[in-house]
């Protein structure tokens, strides 16, 4: 073999080396590339997860009101939620959108401690402070107790209940009348701005002592309302 060839012959293996050596790298790089892109997208995931996940779910919403007499001078209200926290260290629940035109009075709470309530734009807002953190993903009710001086004095009332806090499960509420005032007619309705549809007529029980409705999977941000004569 002369030495033109065995020169001609080497560089061509050089070459076929470095252009394994380049193939590998690239290999190698493009693989680190997509890694990286696949981890950047795992971590920006998980950050618009944990943006969106709320502290608390809102699972269902039930109020009982009392009337405890003809004039409804004085109304006893039950406000019961199921709730489960989603995150840690949350030591303090919130009720929100307390509307009325009588006046208000927050008796208790069936955990924690009640916190000074106060004015949140048009409506009011009580803390409930509680002395343990909630267990993430345990569901608890939580169960808040008031009394309203005169706030139904017409022939025909309304009470409206707002989902800014999205129950996902249900929404119902119970009222129960003087037994010498009944509830003569009732409906119900829902509304968001301009939006606005009728729901089934509510349940009267006990020849009209009792109202009853239960709404299942409300609508979000929805506004529901019950109208009564009595």
């Given at each position: 073999m002369t030495k033109t060839i065995k020169e001609t012959l080497n560089i061509i293996?050089?070459?076929i080396s470095l252009s394994d050596a380049i193939t590998f790298y690239v290999q190698k790089e493009f693989a680190v590339?997509?890694?990286?892109?696949?981890?950047?997208?795992?971590?920006?995931?998980?950050?618009?997860?944990?943006?969106r996940l709320k502290p608390i779910s809102y699972l269902s919403l039930s109020w009982i009101i009392t009337i405890l007499d003809n004039e409804a001078a004085s109304v006893n209200i039950n406000k019961l939620s199921k709730i489960?926290?989603?995150?840690?260290n949350i030591t303090t629940i919130f009720d929100r959108n307390f509307e009325s035109d009588g006046n208000l009075e927050f008796l208790g709470t069936n955990i924690g401690k009640l916190q000074k309530p106060y004015?949140?734009?048009?409506s009011i807002t009580v803390p409930t402070s509680l002395k343990t953190p909630l267990e993430v993903g345990k569901v608890i009710e939580h169960?808040?107790?008031?009394?309203?001086?005169?706030?139904f004095p017409q022939k025909t009332e309304t009470f409206s209940i707002k989902n800014d806090e999205c129950y996902s499960e249900s929404i119902c509420c119970e009222i129960i009348f003087p037994k010498d005032r009944k509830c003569i007619n009732a409906s119900a309705y829902c509304v968001l701005g301009?939006?606005?549809?009728?729901?089934?007529?509510?349940?009267?029980?006990?020849?009209?002592r009792v109202l009853f409705i239960s709404v299942p999977k409300p609508r979000k941000l929805f506004k529901y309302v019950v109208e009564w004569q009595w």
């Amino acid at each position: 073999m002369t030495k033109t060839i065995k020169e001609t012959l080497n560089i061509i293996a050089f070459v076929i080396s470095l252009s394994d050596a380049i193939t590998f790298y690239v290999q190698k790089e493009f693989a680190v590339f997509w890694v990286i892109v696949f981890i950047s997208l795992g971590l920006l995931s998980a950050a618009i997860y944990l943006h969106r996940l709320k502290p608390i779910s809102y699972l269902s919403l039930s109020w009982i009101i009392t009337i405890l007499d003809n004039e409804a001078a004085s109304v006893n209200i039950n406000k019961l939620s199921k709730i489960k926290a989603n995150i840690k260290n949350i030591t303090t629940i919130f009720d929100r959108n307390f509307e009325s035109d009588g006046n208000l009075e927050f008796l208790g709470t069936n955990i924690g401690k009640l916190q000074k309530p106060y004015q949140e734009g048009a409506s009011i807002t009580v803390p409930t402070s509680l002395k343990t953190p909630l267990e993430v993903g345990k569901v608890i009710e939580h169960k808040l107790q008031l009394e309203v001086k005169n706030p139904f004095p017409q022939k025909t009332e309304t009470f409206s209940i707002k989902n800014d806090e999205c129950y996902s499960e249900s929404i119902c509420c119970e009222i129960i009348f003087p037994k010498d005032r009944k509830c003569i007619n009732a409906s119900a309705y829902c509304v968001l701005g301009d939006e606005g549809y009728s729901l089934p007529n509510p349940e009267l029980k006990e020849d009209g002592r009792v109202l009853f409705i239960s709404v299942p999977k409300p609508r979000k941000l929805f506004k529901y309302v019950v109208e009564w004569q009595w």
